[in-house]
Structure formats: C-alpha cells, structure tokens
C-alpha cells in the first residue's frame, strides 16, 4: 500500500522548491516525467511522488 506522506500536489511542491506552480508544470512537462512521479489530479492540479520531487530538486545540478 502506498504511503500519502509521499505524494505531493502541484501547490506543495512549488512552496518547496520556492517557484510558482505554472512554471512548476512546464518544468516537469520538459523533464519528462514517468506516469509513476506525476499524474493530473484534475484540471491545472498534479499529484508528484518523491522521486519526482527529489528529481526536480537536482534539476540543475
């Protein structure tokens, strides 16, 4: 069974990684995440797992 405390929506993610949630989408369209970091939870909403976070903190790196 998975784990809710891992799986984060488009708001909580982009307070973390301190950018705004529309630049966050077009950043994790770019990347190409898999299905299983990031799926549409309804309109202009994504759910992101912790890889895809974590994936998303080493952008640049």
Not at 1 to 10: G, L, P, Q
Not at 19 to 40: D, G, K
């Amino acid at each position: 069974m998975s784990d809710v405390r891992t799986v984060y929506t488009t708001s909580e993610v982009a307070e973390i990684l301190d950018i705004t949630p529309s630049y966050l989408l077009r950043l994790a369209q770019s990347m190409e995440l898999t299905p299983a970091e990031f799926r549409s939870a309804g309109k202009r909403n994504y759910l992101f797992s912790k890889e895809a976070v974590e994936k998303l903190k080493n952008r640049n790196k």
